[in-house]
């Protein structure tokens, strides 16, 4: 659209239009008196509406005006705030962009502009020149609202006769533009600082709320230290988490077993727990975590201690949490580690005590029988009159410690909650309680009775059993001592459970029971060890030479002949070869070890020194991929 031209402020005025200019109606007079009043209600009021229709009213009476709009500046248009006078809806709606009608004239240059006649101006819009035969009006006259040099509005009046502003008219309207430019600029002031101090008490309402929260916290802080300094435990923990959120609070051990519940809790807050947890293990979610539905929630916090992962502290609410109910589920996940911790030192304690007494007594350092006794009923234990020794050794953990990315601690930890373990399978056998302890890497037992051999071999194959189906990453053996009466020096019967965990190496049964060892208990006694495989390396040990380094099969084919009676036949077939290869095999034999197979004595050393192998644990060579077993 076209801007119209502008000469002296006016546009379409003529000498009949000035002509039949009105009268004034008001003079000068009460002019300045209207303009004090609008500076007076600018000043003193705060209402922003009530000022700019103060504005529009003063105008109509001083300006004679027929409708009178403020607006103001939205980035490139000028937008109606106020609209006194007007008819239609278009009016109170009008937008000018610059340069568009009076209004955008006004916005561009940032001067006061008059136009005489709508009829008579051609380069005015048809819109705008609608709007204006809607409403009637002829005239029109506009002023600028200006804040530092800036237009951020403008002030227009309309008449609806031709020609009915003139310069004494602008002055006028100019003033008022600069009221309302006042008043624009008050009413911003007065906004930011209104929003400003509802920040700052909506900021002083959340302290206030924060403080509260945070002096709550403390006093159950308080309350939660005292019960587990108290002894309370774990189920007074989860009945005052209870009584404080007014929800189910459930403890699970890391395992997701429950430790400690509130009595009026179903099971479902178990399962829904196990279930819940299990997800934030496979998404890598530590901390606690807030699950929502039907109306309440699940708080679940992670009880730790350091690194490791001790427990879980459930809370289920039938409502919606606040931040109150988190803040206590969290420190009572943190006393809840306090009471854990606890409970392990006083546990870690029992079982050194324990632990000392046990190797003392399996050691013979105890005075005597009633010293024993009496140390044991300290510990809780009563002694029995018959009992048997098992030695477990376990395999493997070093490299599951290690694939697990953990250390030395680890192990030790693994070990002591495999000792638990063996415990409660002690216990499901049914055999009467037994005292356990571990040094290093080693476990041992004492069982009360079982003096039927095989009542201790189906106990010990259950025990050995139950570790390796809870573990199947390791490997477990044991060897179980003959059945002694209680003294004060056990040594007898460790010595005797070592040598029948040394008879289980090289052999895939994994218990072995000191009575079924016949003759190879005294081979394995202990003291003796290093002169049988210094026996079974002068026998043997250029064939066990020879082997390893041509990949041979020459002890095992002496071990197969004399198996086999010294029958050349059946040895061949044995071995699934000719009997001219087990000939052969032989005759090297018998130039590498100077041993004579048809004489009794070499081949009594010989047969000797392989049941030795066996019993030491001496591997055979390693045979290539494909040969003949």
């Given at each position: ?31 300045l ?18 000022t ?40 109170a ?26 009829r ?6 048809p ?105 309370g ?37 178990v ?19 807030v ?46 580690a ?45 002694l ?9 050794h ?42 356990s ?44 001592s ?40 005294f ?107």
């Amino acid at each position: 659209m076209g801007r119209p031209e502008v000469g002296n402020r006016s546009l379409g005025r003529t000498p009949a239009a000035m002509a039949g200019r009105a009268v004034r109606r008001t003079s000068t007079h009460d002019r300045l008196q209207a303009l004090q009043l609008v500076a007076t209600e600018i000043v003193r009021s705060l209402d922003f509406d009530a000022t700019l229709l103060s504005i529009s009213n003063a105008a109509v009476d001083v300006l004679a005006a027929d409708i009178v709009g403020i607006m103001a500046a939205d980035d490139d248009r000028l937008r109606m705030l106020s609209c006194a006078g007007n008819r239609n809806i278009a009016a109170a709606r009008f937008e000018a962009g610059r340069g568009e009608g009076v209004a955008g004239i006004v916005f561009e240059t940032g001067a006061s502009f008059r136009l005489d006649d709508f009829r008579s101006a051609e380069a005015i819009s048809p819109h705008i020149r609608d709007i204006a035969e809607k409403e009637g009006v002829r005239a029109a006259l506009g002023a600028p609202m200006l804040v530092n040099g800036q237009v951020i509005g403008a002030v227009l009046a309309w008449s609806s006769h031709p020609a009915a502003f003139d310069e004494e008219d602008e002055e006028v309207l100019a003033g008022l533009a600069n009221l309302a430019a006042i008043a624009i600029q008050n009413a911003r002031l007065y906004e930011n600082a209104r929003e400003a101090a509802d920040r700052l008490e909506l900021a002083n309402r959340a302290l206030r709320q924060q403080y509260d929260v945070l002096e709550t916290a403390t006093v159950m802080q308080t309350e939660l230290t005292q019960l587990v300094l108290d002894g309370g435990g774990l189920p007074a923990l989860v009945d005052m988490v209870a009584r404080h959120t007014g929800g189910d609070v459930a403890v699970l051990h890391a395992e997701l077993e429950p430790l400690a519940i509130t009595a009026d809790c179903d099971d479902a807050l178990v399962a829904q727990a196990r279930e819940h947890v299990a997800a934030s293990r496979r998404n890598s979610r530590p901390g606690a975590d807030v699950r929502t539905g039907d109306g309440g929630a699940l708080i679940i916090c992670e009880v730790s201690s350091g690194e490791e992962r001790m427990a879980y502290l459930c809370v289920r609410l039938h409502r919606p949490p606040t931040e109150l109910t988190q803040l206590i589920a969290q420190q009572a996940a943190v006393v809840c580690a306090l009471e854990l911790t606890k409970q392990r030192a006083v546990l870690d304690a029992r079982t050194q005590v324990r632990s000392d007494f046990l190797w003392d007594l399996l050691e013979g350092k105890i005075a005597d029988a009633a010293e024993a006794a009496l140390r044991a009923r300290r510990l809780g234990h009563a002694l029995p009159r018959k009992l048997r020794v098992m030695l477990i050794h376990i395999d493997g953990l070093e490299s599951w410690a290690h694939a697990a990315g953990g250390d030395g601690d680890l192990v030790d930890r693994r070990r002591s909650a495999l000792l638990a373990e063996i415990e409660r399978l002690a216990a499901e056998t049914g055999t009467a309680r037994v005292l356990s302890a571990r040094r290093a890497s080693a476990l041992v037992l004492i069982v009360p009775w079982l003096e039927d051999v095989r009542d201790a071999r189906r106990f010990a194959s259950r025990l050995v059993s139950g570790l390796a189906a809870g573990a199947p990453e390791l490997k477990f053996s044991a060897g179980v001592s003959t059945c002694h009466d209680l003294t004060a020096d056990l040594s007898p019967a460790l010595s005797q459970a070592r040598t029948a965990l040394a008879s289980v190496a090289g052999t895939p049964l994994p218990v072995a029971l000191f009575d079924d060892l016949g003759v190879s208990r005294f081979l394995l006694a202990p003291g003796r060890r290093a002169d049988l495989a210094d026996f079974v390396r002068g026998v043997l040990g250029a064939i066990l030479d020879y082997d390893r380094e041509h990949s041979t099969h020459l002890l095992e084919t002496l071990d197969a002949y004399l198996a086999e009676n010294l029958n050349l036949g059946r040895t061949a077939k044995r071995l699934y070869c000719h009997p001219k290869t087990v000939r052969y095999r032989l005759d090297r034999a018998r130039d590498l070890t100077g041993r004579d197979l048809t004489l009794q004595r070499d081949c009594f050393d010989i047969q000797l020194a392989l049941r030795m192998m066996g019993a030491l644990g001496i591997a055979l060579p390693a045979t290539t991929p494909g040969s003949t077993p």
